[in-house]
């Protein structure tokens, strides 16, 4: 196996020369381990001293969604304690009786049980945990479930919920067990980060309550609304803690400890689960942009600037961890980077 290693690294490097980024770690991969992997720019501008390191923390943003709730649901899949297809309403009392109830857990799992497209949770329900809950839980739907794809973070909300439900435990509790500490995850976690591991932590937006780069903090609002947990994001992570668990998803047995998830897991969400309908998607994982169907390259992204791929078929994995949001919300110029990678990484 063979990586353009230099063209990553001009690539990786010209984003930081153009402002995409501060600063990026990245690695790719097999089954085995890291086969290469770099770092380039600085973990803050204002300390142009301090560069990326390989063990900087990253605010996960949406790859939470990844690397906690569809592990968590995997793994109760895998156990036999949750039906995918099953109306939720069927075996949810909470969502009994209201429109939630029809969609079913690969609803959610695709983006096609009809929800809201926007969060909104605070000017909808308030800011008490069990008020943002019940109304989430409650709320009507946006159109019927299975018409359409349409992203929202509200599906990954929705299962966090479901896995808290089924599990009997909070989703940071449930996934520290069934993933992270199997996977020998120890430097992943649910925020707000403790100061010391805070100061490893890669800033992203400007606050503009204090006027300073959150830091620690998940730049995610529903996140921290609800105190630093939910299924949206509110996870930190490093770029060795992703290729743990990218690792096992390819060979399972390649793990030392055992997730709850494993081999049927992942085969299941990385395959097209939509149907005909637009745009393809898997459970969670989508086909990379710029890639067919054929090549079976996935991908997830976080809206800080953080993003992981696999492809079963090819037998590899990659990491792309920045912190672009420390400059701008503008998606396109991350959007090339992204691309560009996943095809020196694929090809």
Known sequence: MTYRTDRIEHLLDEGVRDKVYPGAVWAVGDATGLRAHGATGVLDPDEPDVP????????????????????????????????????????????????LGAATARHLLTHTAGLPLRAQLKSLYGTDPQDVRDGVLHEALHRPPGEAVEYTDRAALILGYLAEHLSGQRLDQLTAERAW??????????????????????PTELDQADGTHLKGTAHDFSARLLGGVCGIAGAFTTLDDLAAFLRHMLVASSSAGQPGFGPAWTSESLSVQTGRLEPARGLFWHPAPGTALADDVWVHYGF????????????????????????????????????????LAFT
């Open 52 to 99: 990326m390191r390989r063990d900087t923390v990253f605010d996960a943003a949406s790859l939470t969604k990844i690397i906690s709730v569809w592990a968590s649901i995997g793994a109760l899949w895998e156990e036999g304690k949750l039906d995918l297809d099953a109306r939720l309403d069927s075996f949810w009392s909470e969502v009994g009786g209201h429109p």
């Open 304 to 343: 800080t600037g953080t993003g992981m791929w696999i492809s079963p078929q090819q037998g590899r994995w990659a990491v792309l961890l920045t912190n672009k949001l420390y400059y701008t919300r503008d998606r396109q110029p991350l959007a090339d980077v992204r691309n560009a990678f996943c095809g």
């Open 181 to 202: 500490q199997p996977l020998g995850m120890g430097s992943t976690r649910f925020g707000p980060l403790p100061a010391e591991i805070a100061a490893l932590c890669a």
